[in-house]
């Protein structure tokens, strides 16, 4: 199984950017299909966007088109998730997953299709 873990967290005013980063061990990220799923306080888990293993495709949530982007680098065993245009909603804690894939487009955003869990990052966005 592969060991993921986030960094990249932190304060940000409105209308500000950061970059997440997920990096694996244990396994070759190259077979994987990644994820970034976030979970804000009292709500459930809720997908944000999804990169096959090849980063041929790629599938966000309505909610952040336009103003997140996700990344991978097979090399480095990482996955990004650039975001921009952060507003006080997109404060939550953000968590990578990994499916193992063998379809090179497969872009997975279900929770239930994720195998593995990183321990999450902390996102807040002040107004």
């Known amino acids: 199984q592969v060991q993921l873990v986030e960094s990249g967290g932190g304060l940000v005013q409105a209308g500000g950017s950061l970059r997440l980063s997920c990096t694996a061990s244990?396994?070759?990220?190259?077979?994987?299909?990644m994820g970034w799923f976030r979970q804000a306080p009292g709500k459930e888990r809720e997908f944000v966007a999804a990169i096959s293993r090849s980063g041929v495709g790629a599938y966000y949530a309505d909610f952040v088109k336009g103003r997140f982007t996700i990344s991978r680098d097979n090399a480095k065993n990482t996955v990004y998730l650039q975001m921009s245009s952060l507003k006080p909603e997109d404060t939550a804690v953000y968590y990578c997953?990994?499916?193992?894939?063998?379809?090179?487009?497969?872009?997975?955003?279900?929770?239930?299709?994720?195998?593995?869990w990183g321990q999450g990052t902390q996102v807040t966005v002040a107004s």
């Open positions: 244990g396994r070759t990220l190259g077979a994987y299909a």
């Open positions: 997953a990994a499916k193992f894939a063998q379809n090179q487009y497969y872009t997975p955003n279900y929770r239930s299709d994720f195998d593995s």
